[in-house]
T-cell receptor, first 112, second 114 residues
């Protein structure tokens, strides 16, 4: 079956540090890949997505590239802010009637 | 603006009670989902629905049922609440089942079963 593996958290960074959150997946076919973010007390919201190999998704300074050869979709940001403190979920969507598979989430804490 | 609302942010119930969690979306989406979120386990799919009166079991349907009588509303029912159902419940919707589709989430209901 499909699966998503994220790095364990929590991740604690100082403001303006570089962020990487690793995500690898296993899937049959050609799923789309997503990063969702959950701010404290809220539901998940889409951060970015990529729908095919070598696509790069980007939003709010975050980026992730769909790497089929390494089955990865790592999230990066060059300079984090306190307001980026949240839980980040990697997910894959195979399409059709197959369910979306979410990773376990990585909590990011950014300290001033 | 896309909106998914859930009837309660916090609920406290007793063991054995019947619990209803309501979710409403205003985007005319075909598909709706119920997840539970637990620390270290991420999101697990309980049930989903791809049309009115249609439902499909997810990964952990035991102890739950759902109802979708109208397109915009998807209800999760705990027939007889138990302490192991204490969790955060998230509702989501999407416009289609294509692989590029984004899911839109409500704010969640944190349920405590005593």
């Amino acid at each position: 079956g499909n699966s998503v593996t994220q790095m364990e958290g929590p991740v604690t960074l100082s403001e303006e540090a570089f962020l990487t959150i690793n995500c690898t997946y296993t899937a049959t076919g050609y799923p789309s890949l997503f990063w969702y973010v959950q701010y404290p007390g809220e539901g998940l919201q889409l951060l970015l997505k990529a729908t095919k190999a070598d696509d790069k998704g980007s939003n709010k300074g975050f980026e992730a590239t769909y790497r089929k050869e390494t089955t990865s979709f790592h999230l990066e940001k060059g300079s984090v802010q306190v307001s980026d403190s949240a839980v980040y979920f990697c997910a894959l969507n195979p399409g059709g009637y197959q369910k979306v598979t979410f990773g376990t989430g990585t909590k990011l804490q950014v300290i001033p | 603006d896309v909106k998914v609302t859930q009837s309660s942010r916090y609920l406290v119930k007793r063991t054995g009670e019947k619990v209803f969690l309501e979710c409403v979306q205003d985007m005319d989406h075909e598909n709706m989902f119920w997840y539970r979120q637990d620390p270290g386990l991420g999101l697990r799919l309980i049930y989903f629905s791809y049309d009115v009166k249609m439902k499909e079991k997810g990964d952990i349907p035991e102890g739950y049922s759902v109802s979708r009588e109208k397109k915009e509303r998807f209800s999760l029912i705990l027939e007889s609440a138990s302490t192991n159902q204490t969790s955060m419940y998230l509702c989501a919707s999407s416009s289609a089942l294509g692989q590029v589709e984004t899911q839109y989430f409500g704010p969640g209901t944190r349920l405590l079963v005593l």
